[in-house]
């Protein structure tokens, strides 16, 4: 079965650390752009970090750049998102997700963009003020 497994995450103090990950599974992700997305509560979700699998380039938001780092473990078929002081609002569910169609420029800066091949679970992260 193809399919994004998500891992991570939890409830940490204003200032803290967590890591996301995101493991691909039955496929690999070459050729894949690969997004961590944000939804919190009654908010749009919101275009965190992308990869892009084929050059390694990677795009932030301005609101987690910084802070936030996006990696990938070829050996290990799964990407990262370390998540450094973290701010109550960055409390979110995170979902990662995977596509051969869009750069990640879109993928970060085009709303609605349309369904995108693959998609974690997601995992909830919530910081504590």
């Known amino acids: 079965e193809v399919r994004l497994v998500e891992s991570g995450g939890g409830l940490v103090q204003t200032g803290g650390s967590l890591r996301l990950s995101c493991a691909a599974s039955g496929f690999t992700f070459d050729h894949y752009a690969i997004a961590w997305f944000r939804q919190a509560p009654g908010k749009e979700r919101e275009g965190v970090s992308c990869?892009?699998?084929?050059?390694?380039?990677?795009y932030d938001a301005d609101s987690v750049k910084g802070r936030f780092t996006i990696s990938s473990d070829n050996a290990k078929n799964a990407v990262y998102l370390q998540m450094n002081n973290l701010k109550p609002e960055d409390t979110a569910t995170y979902y990662c997700a995977a596509d051969r169609h869009y750069l990640c420029w879109a993928l970060m800066t085009v709303p609605n963009l349309g369904p995108l091949e693959l998609w974690g679970q997601g995992r909830l992260v919530t910081v504590s003020a």
């Open positions: 990869m892009s699998s084929s050059d390694g380039l990677t």
